[in-house]
């Protein structure tokens, strides 16, 4: 059988993910004498009757390590230079835009004459 250590209070409640005023209160309800401070060391049965009874708090931490989070959208962001686009801008070569009157069709030309 392996021989456990015996264990501070603080590093048995971080192992079974229980607080250690929540371990404190339970060891007490067994009828165990302990103060609630976290250099408290515990006796191995102490540690056995804590590994018994939160078995599923350790269990529900060491799933909790498995699980593995991916940042599934990764872009840069950066900043443009703008200063060519201003002076294309100014020098009056920017973005042509068309423009066409409701009734006509792009490319096509209205006829201008009075009827």
């Given at each position: 059988m392996v021989e456990v250590k015996s264990k501070r209070a603080a590093k048995a409640a971080k192992e079974l993910n229980v607080g250690l005023s929540t371990l404190v209160q339970h060891l007490q309800k067994k009828g165990y004498e302990i103060e609630e401070k976290p250099t408290t060391k515990l006796t191995e049965e102490m540690y056995k009757v804590l590994l018994k009874d939160f078995r599923e708090d350790l269990y529900s931490k060491e799933e909790a390590a498995q699980v593995?989070?991916?940042?599934?959208?990764?872009?840069?962001?950066?900043?443009?230079?703008?200063?060519?686009?201003?002076?294309?801008q100014e020098d009056g070569g920017g973005d042509e835009v068309m423009v066409s009157s409701p009734g006509?069709?792009?490319?096509?030309?209205?006829?201008?004459?009075?009827?």
């Open positions: 593995e989070f991916s940042n599934t959208r990764k872009e840069d962001v950066g900043i443009e230079d703008t200063s060519e686009k201003k002076k294309s006509t069709a792009a490319g096509e030309e209205e006829d201008k004459t009075d009827q």
